[in-house]
């Protein structure tokens, strides 16, 4: 089966370069795609602090696509995973999603904060972030997420 998404929008400023860490001061702002969007689409979303992105990594080449196991970032103190049980950016479909804060909305542009995509990625979906949808009951992690996550917000 074959799935073709169409981007709602584009993240426009803040990185240009998909380096690791410190994104939290990262400010962009994601442009919806006007051709198919007005405001209306975003219409009540201001009252929400966060939004969830789904994003492209579109500047993954095909060639750095993993399919098994690997060191998170390449660092063997931590165990070898599936690509499935982390989230570094050469995944299979190379989705990447991440709740960042909503600063403003002007238009059809959201500005944003923390957002750990570049400048041009392809914004496939957003959603706001409800408390709701966030795991109920405790969530366990290994150690190592704690050391990876340390700097990298």
């Not at 998404?5 to 795609?33: C, F, N, S, Y």
């Not at 969007?37 to 789904?54: P, Q, R, W």
Request: with cysteine; net charge negative; charged share 25%.
């Amino acid at each position: 089966m074959t799935i073709v998404l169409e981007p709602v929008a584009h993240v426009v400023g803040g990185r240009a370069e998909p380096t690791d860490d410190d994104w939290d001061k990262e400010r962009a702002v994601i442009q919806l795609d006007g051709s198919r969007f007005n405001a209306e689409a975003i219409a009540g979303l201001d009252s929400f602090s966060h939004i969830e992105v789904v994003f492209h990594f579109n500047q993954v080449p095909e060639g750095k696509v993993q399919c098994g196991a690997r060191h998170p970032r390449g660092n063997t103190d931590w165990p070898k995973l599936g690509i499935f049980a982390q989230r570094g950016k050469n995944r299979p479909n190379r989705i990447g999603v991440t709740v960042c804060r909503l600063l403003k909305l002007d238009g059809t542009r959201l500005e944003v904060a923390g957002l750990d995509a570049i400048d041009g990625t392809p914004v496939l979906d957003i959603k706001p972030y409800m408390r709701d949808f966030a795991p109920r009951g405790e969530v366990r992690e290994p150690s190592w997420t704690g050391e990876l996550m340390a700097v990298y917000w």
